[in-house]
């Protein structure tokens, strides 16, 4: 029974090793793999940058000037659409100060 024991103990660690060893195989894979992906992104940006520095572009090219605005500016001071939403808030209010809406988290 020994030499039955020290056959299956010799071919577990047989087992083992090459288990091992092919754990390193991919790992040693996997790190290639992440090197040439590296390599990739580096060589794009590199591209990307030449490309950029090669082009044309002045600050007035930036942003939009339009002869007409979509949106008038509007007087906050003497605005009655102001003035009745704040009453609409106020009455709304359940707890208030003077100029001040009292409220907590989720309870209004």
């Known amino acids: 029974m020994t030499s039955n024991s020290q056959s299956n103990q010799s071919s577990i660690q047989s087992t083992q090793s090459a288990q091992s060893s092919a754990q390193s195989a991919k790992s040693a894979a996997s790190v290639a793999r992440q ?5 990739q992104a580096k060589k794009i940006m590199d591209n990307f940058f030449v490309a950029l520095k090669n082009a044309n572009i002045s600050d007035n090219q ?3 000037n339009r002869k007409k605005q979509t ?3 509007e ?3 003497n ?6 939403f704040r009453q609409g808030m106020f009455a709304n209010a359940p707890n208030k100060d003077i100029d001040h809406i009292v409220a907590e988290k989720k309870h209004w």
């Open 35 to 39: 090197e040439q992906i590296r390599a």
């Open 62 to 64: 930036i942003g939009v």
């Open 71 to 73: 949106r008038k500016p």
């Open 75 to 77: 007087s906050r001071k």
């Open 79 to 84: 605005d009655d659409s102001n003035d009745s």
